[in-house]
Structures are given as C-alpha cells and as structure tokens.
C-alpha cells in the first residue's frame, strides 16, 4: 500500500502561484503513477494531471501551460506547480496513486488517496 499526504494548498489572488506536494510512504519500490484530481463544491471530483514513475505527463487542457506536474522518486514526492491562477480552480486537491506505469484520468482506477488540500484563489 501507498500512503498519501498533501500540502501547499492555500488562499491566493487571482494571477498568484502555488505548488503542492504529495509526499508518498510505504510500498514505495513498486513503480507507481501519482495523479491530481480536484472537486470544487457541487461537483464530481476530476483529473488534473497525472505523472509515471518514469515522467510521462498527462495534463488536462484546462490548466495546461498553467499546471505542471512533476516527481522526485528519490524522495518520493510528487508536485503540481499552479501558476496563473484563476476562481474557477478553486477546490479541494487530491494527490492519489496506482501501480503502474501508465497514467489513467478515471478517478476508480487509482487505489490510493490523500486527504486533499484546500487551494482557494480569490478575486
């Protein structure tokens, strides 16, 4: 099992940045993909980027050139540096993973999760 715990998250103007990191323990050996996903209130919970063990990247065209995910497996941390940021990005931020060596965008074929992290951008 992978156990999952977020931070960064927080309040921001409109045009500001942030970076979260999602620092990963436990059965860490195994190649593993770590995703982001958000749920804004009233909404189902969605993929933002996800990254392999090796760098693939799979960013969705809402936030890309604006988001970008990266890993250090060495200290199995994940990051998703948000820059530009917008209201309308506004939620709770989930890191999760699953084993494996390709990134997936459904939300039921990641195993592990986080508690999230609340990132809110005001205007």
């Known amino acids: 099992q992978v156990q999952l715990v977020e931070s960064g998250g927080g309040l921001v103007q409109v045009g500001g940045s942030l970076r979260l990191s999602c620092a990963a323990s436990g059965r860490t050996s195994r190649n593993y993909v770590m995703g982001w996903f958000r749920q804004a209130p009233g909404k189902e919970r969605e993929f933002v980027a996800g990254i392999s063990w090796g760098g693939s990247t799979y960013t969705v065209d809402s936030v890309k050139g604006r988001f970008t995910i990266s890993r250090d497996n060495a200290k199995n941390t994940g990051y998703l540096q948000m820059n530009s940021l917008r209201p309308e990005v506004t939620a709770i931020y989930y890191c999760?993973?699953?084993?494996?060596?390709?990134?997936?965008?459904?939300?039921?074929?990641?195993?592990?999760w986080g508690q999230g992290t609340q990132v809110t951008v005001s205007s």
């Open positions: 999760a993973a699953r084993y494996s060596d390709y990134v997936s965008t459904y939300r039921r074929e990641y195993d592990y």
